[in-house]
């Protein structure tokens, strides 16, 4: 816009001088805000992709998982035996102890194998068993010839209260099982897996029986699919040694069988191994064509 004055001259008006000397400085400014407003749009347009594609959980494991077997390592039992050995060298025959791990296939939430086993050849005859009856009865008298170091009603819920638990093993008879109850014993016993109860077989009539089987015997349960147990000394031979197995393996089936109806299991590696040796899958077999003579395996 030109504006002509009464003297001739021209003046230059206000839009003229809007474009020629501030729009150069606004269009930096145009730019960044077009640039900012496409990032914008960039961003939203990769949170709808996002959106659109949402990540597919993992179903969790039923079951346990198991290794595959078909080409593992395994070992006879003497050679097993042969190599725990050389890990025990200098321990004392009654110190170390052989360990049983059966893995299971089953599920994580069900049912769990819980049995206890009196073996042919003794692991820990060691033992010391509370029983819980009427003090100077004939109940604790045939408990006392049976091997048990602790028995009475009073004085041993006392000597528990004070923190004195000198047994590994707690027997309780049937009559005296509301007495129990009244001590109020459970939640120091119970942590410990010692508080009597009908559930495990150590409220009974017969005393006598319930600790001659326990002299001896071995408890085993299942955790995490897999189950436990001692099952000989260092110096056991192999011959102690594999009818020991056998009969915790038969044991063992006989618990999963009683189990088949509520779920399956299933047997799936059985490892030998020691208090200070790594474990040995077994394959069945007690020996093979190289495995020294058991005469050897039973001098330690």
Excluded: W
């Amino acid at each position: 816009m030109v504006v002509i004055t009464s003297h001739g001259a021209t003046q230059v008006g206000i839009p003229c001088l809007y474009r020629s000397q501030v729009l150069p400085f606004l269009a930096p400014l145009t730019t960044i805000r077009r640039a900012s407003g496409l990032s914008k749009s960039l961003k939203n347009s990769k949170n709808s992709k996002t959106r659109e594609a949402p990540t597919k959980k993992t179903k969790a494991r039923t079951e346990f998982k198991r290794d595959d077997l078909k080409n593992a390592m395994q070992f006879s039992l003497c050679d097993a035996m042969r190599y725990i050995r050389a890990f025990e060298v200098g321990r004392q025959p009654t110190s170390s102890k052989y360990e049983l791990h059966v893995s299971l296939k089953s599920l994580k939430n069900g049912p769990v194998v819980r049995n206890r086993l009196r073996l042919s050849n003794p692991v820990d005859t060691s033992q010391r068993i509370c029983v819980i009856c009427p003090p100077g009865s004939q109940i604790a008298a045939a408990a006392i010839r049976a091997g048990a170091s602790l028995v009475g009603e009073e004085t041993v819920f006392d000597a528990v209260k004070e923190g004195r638990i000198e047994f590994k093993r707690c027997i309780c008879h049937a009559d005296s099982l509301q007495k129990l109850s009244k001590a109020n014993l459970g939640r120091i016993l119970g942590p410990k897996g010692l508080m009597p109860s009908t559930k495990t077989g150590t409220v009974v009539k017969d005393v006598a029986t319930s600790v001659r089987n326990m002299i001896g015997g071995s408890e085993y349960r299942e955790r995490l699919g897999v189950v436990r147990m001692a099952v000989g000394q260092l110096g056991f031979t192999p011959e102690q040694m594999q009818q020991n197995i056998k009969e915790f393996m038969g044991g063992l089936k006989k618990d999963i069988a009683l189990l088949s109806e509520k779920i399956s299991k299933e047997i799936h590696e059985v490892v030998l191994s020691s208090t200070n040796s790594p474990g040995f899958p077994l394959n069945g077999d007690f020996k093979s064509p190289t495995s020294v003579s058991t005469r050897e395996l039973a001098i330690v």
